[in-house]
């Protein structure tokens, strides 16, 4: 049974840094490709960033480029989201998700986790 379990979420300052994980469990991290999306109130869901299983390549969206960085440790089975020069648009429930396939695709997850909290804002 996949699981993922997200933690890291918070208030932070525009500008500042937070680091989200994802904790799987039910399967191996490796083989699938993973990732985060969010959902803010009132807005449709957005595929942040992924990473595939088979090449490792990483994807964006365009809004994250530059400022947010995916990475995963395959020994802990854990997936990490580092996030630079926060803005407030980027408020929002994260979630991490798989698309339970080899491959990305920021606009379909087969499963994801609870969310975490991340707002933006002085």
């Known amino acids: 049974q996949v699981q993922l379990v997200e933690s890291g979420g918070g208030l932070v300052q525009p500008g500042g840094s937070l680091r989200l994980s994802c904790a799987a469990s039910?399967?191996?991290?490796?083989?699938?490709?993973i990732g985060w999306f969010r959902q803010a109130p009132g807005k449709e869901r957005e595929g942040v960033s992924c990473?595939?299983?088979?090449?490792?390549?990483?994807y964006y969206a365009d809004s994250v480029k530059g400022r947010f960085t995916i990475s995963r440790d395959n020994a802990e089975n854990t997936l990490y989201l580092q996030m630079n020069s926060l803005k407030p648009e980027d408020t929002a429930v994260y979630y991490c998700?798989?698309?339970?396939?080899?491959?990305?695709?920021?606009?379909?997850?087969?499963?994801w986790g609870q969310g975490t909290q991340v707002i933006v804002s002085s």
């Open positions: 990473i595939s299983s088979s090449d490792d390549n990483t």
């Open positions: 039910g399967f191996t991290l490796a083989d699938y490709a």
């Open positions: 998700a798989t698309t339970l396939l080899g491959w990305c695709d920021l606009e379909y997850w087969g499963s």
